[in-house]
């Protein structure tokens, strides 16, 4: 399991939910706070310079966890379930650009509010155009070893795909090896029935994780139970991503230290208990 902190660069919208901004600044930041990664949320692939992105991340040995796309909906207004066929044109453009830029930087890029809502349309109509954009995004994404994942994201957000059953519903009729799910705690706390029990049922589709507590504080500073969460991702042998997605409160070095606090141990002590497990299972000789 490898820990990660959601950034943006400096001209992302206000709006962009994100911890740090500027990615010079943060990267080195979030390295000397004991992050292994950085989530970028990108609008379009030409936000970032690869040139000084490697660079970046090389001085510090941070990686990309993924790529996070609710600017693409925030600021440019686009989305899977679009009626107009020329703007779901558009969206696919604009995820395949983020696409190629992901098999460099994190090999993973996210769906979350730009699957888009049902709104006043028939259900099967706006499901049908989700899964027609998601198929051809996953077949190209596939070709270059990159994975998208779903994120289930609560009611009063959007009123498609709110938990992890009808996430993982979703990804069956897609039927593409690389779309996966990117459940989010926060999200999870107001819409499913457990948190723990629900990703370790559905830990197959799980890609990666969002974290943030019950008031979208740092972990441990509201009333979600990560002990839970953390005991269900060990005994189900989660080793991916997590990534820290918060307010910025009460300003952003504050709120990725305590989250940095709170996380790594808990992190670290995931790691110890997999490889533990892994020598205990390896065949002896
Ligand atoms: C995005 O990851 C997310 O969780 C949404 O709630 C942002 O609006
Ligand atoms: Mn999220």
Redesign the pocket.
Known sequence: MKLAVAIADTGALASAFVVFRGFRDSIPKAARLGYDGVELALKTADEVNPAQLTAWLDETGMEVSCISTGQVFADLGLSFTESSPERRERVIEVFQGLIDLAVKYGKMVNI?RVRGSIGSQPREEAEARFISVAQNLCDYAAERHVTLVL?PVNRYEIDFINNVQQGVALLKKVDRENLKLMP?V??MNIEDTTIGGELARHLEHVGYL?LADSNRLAPGQGHTDFEDIFDHLASAGYDGWVSV?ILPKPDPDTAAQQAAHFLRPRVDAHNIQLQTRRKEDAPRG
């Open positions: 979350g994120e989010d926060f999200h969002h997605e």
